[in-house]
T-cell receptor, first 114, second 117 residues
Framework: AQSVTQLGSHVSVSEGALVLLRCNYS??????LFWYVQYPNQGLQLLLK??????LVKGINGFEAEFKKSETSFHLTKPSAHMSDAAEYFC????????????FGSGTQLTVLP | NAGVTQTPKFQVLKTGQSMTLQCAQD?????MSWYRQDPGMGLRLIHY???????DQGEVPNGYNVSRSTTEDFPLRLLSAAPSQTSVYFC????????????????FGPGTRLTVL
């Protein structure tokens, strides 16, 4: 079975500063990895995903993440935070043949300070 | 396309009442699922379906029933609501039911916020 750990339930950054949200996963087979964003009172929206190939993946709104197999990590970064980035971010893992089941981390609430 | 739709958006129940949360998608997706979201716990899978007539349990299925009579609809039934079922419920769908092909994105509905008193 797979699992996801998100380090830091709350992260605060200043507008213009680097955003770094941490995600570590556990999986016995090669994983698919995802970052979702949830704005207040809304559903989840896919930010980016890693399936195969290039380990640095770029997503929407300037976010990117790097799959590091040796570290079992998939941290999310953005060079310069914007006020509109304030939201909750979820890391998730799935594996081939698991009928598309996603296992989510507990989420990280990002606050962007003016 | 409307995508994934959920009704109602909000619901308040008394302990012991039953109700059905509706989920529909118009993308002809094979895979549909229900998650519940609780503070500090992320989203947890309740039930899922890889196609019409096929359902299976997820991580937290107790107290919930599902059926999949059509490709489009995947209702979630609470048989006897309990305060522990107070949560936000999300429905999701994906084109590939069995997950054996290349990855296809899951699309989430807007959620139903349920309070059980």
């Amino acid at each position: 079975a797979q699992s996801v750990t998100q380090l830091g339930s709350h992260v605060s950054v200043s507008e213009g500063a680097l955003v770094l949200l941490r995600c570590n996963y556990s999986s016995s087979v090669p994983p698919y990895l995802f970052w979702y964003v949830q704005y207040p009172n809304q559903g989840l929206q896919l930010l980016l995903k890693y399936t195969t190939g290039a380990t640095l993946v770029k997503g929407i709104n300037g976010f990117e993440a790097e799959f590091k197999k040796s570290e079992t990590s998939f941290h999310l970064t953005k060079p310069s935070a914007h006020m509109s980035d304030a939201a909750e971010y979820f890391c998730a893992v799935s594996v081939r043949g698991s009928a598309r089941q996603l296992t989510f981390g507990s989420g990280t609430q990002l606050t962007v300070l003016p | 396309n409307a995508g994934v739709t959920q009704t109602p958006k909000f619901q308040v129940l008394k302990t012991g009442q039953s109700m059905t949360l509706q989920c529909a998608q118009d993308m002809n997706h094979e895979y549909m699922s229900w998650y519940r979201q609780d503070p500090g716990m992320g989203l947890r899978l309740i039930h899922y379906s890889v196609g019409a007539g096929i359902t299976d349990q997820g991580e937290v299925p107790n107290g919930y029933n599902v059926s999949r009579s059509t490709t489009e609809d995947f209702p979630l039934r609470l048989l006897s609501a309990a305060p522990s079922q107070t949560s936000v419920y999300f429905c999701a769908s994906s084109p590939d039911g069995l997950g054996t092909g290349s990855y296809n994105e899951q699309f989430f509905g807007p959620g139903t916020r349920l309070t059980v008193l």
